[in-house]
């Protein structure tokens, strides 16, 4: 560590970075992360995005802070926005527009603000969806994805305590929508309400206490999360894609210096071109149309942000009439069974890793990825998964399809509906067909080749097609991948068959009951031989 | 330099007529003509129809007997197909017909708008002789749809029309396939009829309801919107987060997924 030579202290770089590292030892750090490797795919900067989009709204946050107002005082709004003079709003609603009409670069910094947080929140999604179609939660990075869940579900919650401050008509209906789903929680829903409001829905104190949420608490959780994840990623090293030369104890890719941090660094900044861009252009959440919040009007199409959507749609896609009254209290079913609902939902994507690892018994750690061909039932499952979101997704604007497509609401509610639970089923098995068929098909190829359209004529007379073997690195990606079979049901040492047992190994059926056994050096021989004939 | 335009200063002064001089005459022109053009057609538009004269009410009692009778009846007394139209006034057959919902083109959930049929004169005669049968709400004059107070305007709109048409009036979904329309592009005039007659599913806005004032209020509020785009760019449509979220997936994501494959793709 100690550079007691101090060689090559040559130019002003040189001799300031000595004297960085004779004070902090960095070149330890710097060493150990410069050379940390990084593989290459576009589908491994999805992460980026949403860590890159999180830099972005703390900018632009910290921006905003400086003139919003978080309190529900009353005032007379006297801002240059025509429409609004004069009228009684919160401070927080005279604030947010001044800050969009009255403070300069406010309205951009807004825009940017909210864009890169709906772009935040959908980068997530679509990692967290290239994580589970690869297989890469598996172990060792189990708890990295319990920790990516935990980002995603605050994401949201940031999301939500965010569209809720400005006070404007649509955050104020947003508010109203979860105090009602509150409220229609058995016995400790009024109290949670009139704790969370204090007293009586709106009261004077949400907009306080939301951004104290927004701005320290949920920011600092989602902070110590994000290292966390990324620790972990060190720790674990990157996943990559099977390939030649990839092993379990290798990662191919560049290092992080100099190449991958450049790389990073500009895509950092094309990232906040492409939200600063889309802020300068478009419109979003525009306050000064809403107005301020009066618990009197309630906007048509008033919907959430797209994350909050599918909790929306569920409570949009419950059948009417659903209250029985026990106990000398009225339970809103048609409250409660949304939000288990997306409590069940949401637990069992948390859960499903540890899921998949108890069913399949694989105690390995892997480190290279699954193509989601290769994982038929995984595939499947995370098929019905994203179809039952999409469909919940697709509730929260049903008043906009059946606008926009000339059907009645109605009609689309009672479809949704029904899609909810048959889409996916569809989906299910329609994926794992498919995934099965590309199996086949990779196998198909190993083992004949591909068809080069070229016919032949054999002495004998008889006409055959020529087929050509695949190259050696096309075939490694085809035969190098795992095989799970479904386990046999064998007495414990005690000789006896539990109830666990049976039900995991009835769930090793279902996940690997139907599967294409991946080509056996045998087999592909054998191939090879009668090829030859 | 100088000497230059100087003399072509002095060239230009020498010839009989000035090199704008044939601009300035078809600007002058094409002031008149048009100018002269607006002035007839305004004077035809409103001024000159008077729906109190008989000969107007005769005309509308043709055009009713041919356009409309089959459904409201040849005394617009109503049949099974369609209801009497006595009492209706003038303002709401210059809505119905004026935005082209009647003569209604088929039986749905509600009348669609499709081009006007008749011209405006056509449609005041009509509006003239249904006024003859009885009493009713009449077309509003140009004073009582400018000049309201923009804000309270605003605030009356939120509470008394988003409900269905959208706080940026945008529109919204009704039940049974049954819809609030867009008020982008509706004429005051419209606007005001609508409120006063209360056409097919919305409910009739009486002067008790919303005073003359309050309902030029709305008028200018809704007039501001639309001559005010947004101050942030793009609109939407004002669907509010659907299409914020629909564009965020599509543009948004789209663009940046394309940059992850051109960040990654010179490696391989």
Known sequence: MSNVTAPAQSGVVGKFSNYLDERTSISGAVKEFGRKVFPDHWSFLLGEVALYSFVIILLTGSFLTFFFQASMTPVHYEGSYVPLKGIEMSAAMASTLDISFDIRGGLLMRQIHHWAALLFVASIGLHMLRVFFTGAFRKPRELNWSIGFVLFVLAMAEGFTGYSLPDDLLSGNGLRIIDGMVLGLPVVGTWITFL?????????????????????????????FIVLHLMFVIIHKHTQYPGPGKTEENVVGFPILPVYAAKAGGFFFLVFGVVALIGATVTINPIWNYGPYDPSPVSAGTQPDWYIGFADGALRLVPPHLETYWFGYTWSWNIIIPVLLLVVFLAAAFAYPFVEAWVTGDKREHH??????NAPVRTAIGAAGVTFYAVLWAAAS?????THFKVTMEGVINTLQIMLIVAPIIAFMTAKRIALALQKKDREILLHGFETGRVVRLPGGEYTEVHQQLDAYDRWQLVSYNDNAPIMLRPNPQGKITAGMRMRASMSRFFFEDRIAPVSQEEYKQALEHAHH | MRKNMSESKATRRNGRRGPLASVALILIGLVATGGAYAALSTASASASVDLSSPAVIDEGQKLFAANCSTCHGQQAQGTANGPSLIGVGSAAVDFQVGTG?????????QAEQKPVQFTDEQTKALAAYVASLAPGPAIPAQSELEGGNVSNGGELFRI???MCHNVAGAG?????????PELKGVAAVHVYEAMLTGPQNMPVFNDLNLSPEEKKDIISYLTYIQENPSAGGLELSNLG?????????????????????WVTAKSN
Not at chain 1, 196 to 224: C, K, N, Q, T, W
Not at chain 2, 172 to 180: C, F, I, P, Q, R
């Open chain 2, 101 to 109: 919902r009647m003569p209604m083109q088929m039986s749905g959930p």
């Open chain 2, 241 to 261: 987060p659907v299409s914020e979220g629909l564009f965020l997936w599509v543009f948004g994501l789209g663009a940046i997924v394309a940059l992850t494959v």
């Open chain 1, 368 to 373: 290279l990825l699954d193509r989601p061909r």
């Open chain 2, 172 to 180: 919204g979904a009704l039940t049974e396939g049954k819809y609030a």
């Open chain 1, 398 to 402: 049903s008043d906009i399809i059946a």
């Open chain 2, 160 to 162: 008394n029309c988003a």
């Open chain 1, 196 to 224: 969370l409001f204090g007293g009586e829905f709106p009261g004077s104190d949400i907009v306080g206490r939301l951004y104290s949420l927004h701005i320290l608490l949920l920011p600092a959780f989602v902070l110590i």
